[in-house]
T-cell receptor, first 113, second 118 residues
Framework: DSGVTQTPKHLITATGQRVTLRCSPR?????VYWYQQSLDQGLQFLIQ???????AKGNILERFSAQQFPDLHSELNLSSLELGDSALYFC????????????FGEGSWLTVV | AQKITQTQPGMFVQEKEAVTLDCTYD???????LFWYKQPSSGEMIFLIY??????QNATEGRYSLNFQKARKSANLVISASQLGDSAMYFC???????????????FGKGTKLSVKP
């Protein structure tokens, strides 16, 4: 158990819909990262938050948004879903030191039909 | 641009033998970190081992060791005494430098699928 909690574990939804993925980081970790893993794109970094503030953006679509709340949990919102958004979405967290490990949650499997 | 290359899409190893998974990286940063993760078929991403760019000793964690050759920009994972449960995808990843107190994100290679034969 990595200590990073993601919900839901599995989600099936229709095209055009909106979903929210939730992540609780490891206790004490201030950084939260979101990654998307698909068969054709591999593991792609989406966005990073540190102590409530956005710190880095990767290949995140405009239809996607995220935030980190004062209690440090984070949500990734995916809207106007397309078939190509079907993927495994990971949340990860880490401490403030450079050598701190980035631990991943078990992921949220999203299937868009 | 930073990049991670894993040239072995798939590998086979006999149970109880050692295996080396290759990883090369490209970065202009002096300070960076290298990680290996294991992803079994169930999907979770499991941290295995970390090597910092300034670490003089190769990292070891149980049956995992990292063969770090800085001049060659390689960070190969060595798994000793392979077990059937080692069958999984293995990802090499690099962490970008420090940004104002928060740490950079990981850049991943495409992975190597390891199959352990009984």
């Amino acid at each position: 158990d990595s200590g990073v909690t993601q919900t839901p574990k599995h989600l099936i939804t229709a095209t055009g819909q909106r979903v929210t993925l939730r992540c609780s980081p490891r206790s004490g970790d201030l950084s939260v990262y979101w990654y998307q893993q698909s068969l054709d794109q591999g593991l792609q970094f989406l966005i990073q938050y540190y102590n409530g503030e956005e710190r880095a953006k990767g290949n995140i679509l405009e239809r996607f948004s995220a935030q980190q709340f004062p209690d440090l949990h984070s949500e990734l919102n995916l809207s106007s879903l397309e078939l190509g958004d079907s993927a495994l979405y990971f949340c990860a967290s880490s401490g403030r030191m450079f050598q701190d490990t980035i631990y991943f949650g078990e992921g949220s499997w999203l299937t868009v039909v | 641009a930073q990049k991670i290359t894993q040239t072995q899409p798939g590998m086979f190893v006999q149970e109880k033998e050692a295996v080396t998974l290759d990883c090369t990286y490209d970065t202009s940063d002096q300070s960076y970190g290298l990680f290996w993760y294991k992803q079994p078929s169930s999907g979770e991403m499991i941290f295995l081992i970390y090597q910092g760019s300034y670490d003089e000793q190769n990292a070891t964690e149980g049956r995992y060791s990292l063969n770090f050759q800085k001049a060659r920009k390689s960070a190969n994972l060595v798994i000793s005494a392979s077990q059937l449960g080692d069958s999984a995808m293995y990802f090499c990843a690099m962490r970008e430098g420090n940004y104002g107190g928060s740490q950079g994100n990981l850049i991943f290679g495409k992975g190597t699928k390891l199959s352990v034969k009984p």
